[in-house]
């Protein structure tokens, strides 16, 4: 994957986050360039999730600071930072099951003004998306594994992100559905140029696809390097790729 010249685009610095006391995060760091996909891979509990929510404001911090895009984010609401353009995927879709997958599609839209230009961004999305248009007036209950986190995903599209949050989107998939849910994400960095965070299980997947990765254990960045390096270092593979 092309490097592009350094540009600052995201920061997280020593970020502290506790749950009852438990320490959750500690001193972890983070950065990211612009238009640049980053993995966060770790066990279960090591702090993936965790990160995500401090971004998106769903957890509160300790301390420590979060940058976007030149601004510090720590201190303002969800809302805020929906509107600057950080939007999440969750684990687990959570799409809207007796919605039709086009009115889940415009609930992902709600928040954008610029609300005749949405056509336009659908249509762009079912070139991506074909299944999605195929489908767009069944009820999303009706939709396979596979096709409810492509929903998913869509519905985070159409909000006109600049920093994607990608929480496990391989998760309960098959193999041959985590490879196309990894040529999904590289399509979208690469089409349209959004900034991606991507925290998952499937180690291997996400290091093949992201340009940097940083390894967590128990609360902490344990390494952070190129993820071409990363999928070749020994203690990575040994872990986490079952080699």
Do not use: H
Request: positive net charge.
């Amino acid at each position: 994957m092309k490097r592009k010249e350094f540009d600052m685009y995201f920061e997280m610095k020593e970020l502290v986050v506790n749950y009852n006391k438990v320490v959750a995060l500690k001193n972890v760091s983070l950065i990211m360039e612009k238009e640049e996909i980053i993995a966060l891979i770790g066990a279960n509990g090591a702090g993936k999730t965790t990160i995500m929510r401090a971004i998106t404001g769903l957890t509160k911090i300790q301390s420590g600071e979060i940058w976007f895009n030149n601004t510090r984010i720590d201190k303002l609401p969800p809302m805020d930072r929906v509107g600057m353009g950080i939007i999440g995927v969750p684990e687990g879709r959570r799409i809207y099951p007796y919605m039709s997958v086009l009115d889940n599609l415009l609930m992902g839209a709600y928040s954008r003004k610029d609300r005749k230009n949405i056509p336009q961004d659908l249509e762009k999305l079912y070139q991506l998306f074909p299944v999605l248009k195929e489908r767009r007036y069944q009820q999303g209950s009706t939709l396979s594994g596979g096709e409810q986190q492509q929903l998913a995903v869509c519905r985070a599209l159409i909000a006109k992100p600049k920093l994607l949050l990608l929480d496990e989107p391989s998760l309960g998939l098959s193999p041959k559905l985590v490879k196309e849910m990894g040529k999904m994400i590289t399509r979208i960095n690469e089409v349209e140029k959004i900034s991606i965070i991507l925290v998952e299980q499937n180690a291997r997947m996400a290091l093949k696809i992201s340009d940097r990765g940083f390894v967590l254990e128990t609360g902490t960045v344990a390494l952070q390097d190129e993820s071409k390096n990363l999928i070749n270092n020994d203690y990575v593979r040994r872990i986490y790729l079952g080699e």
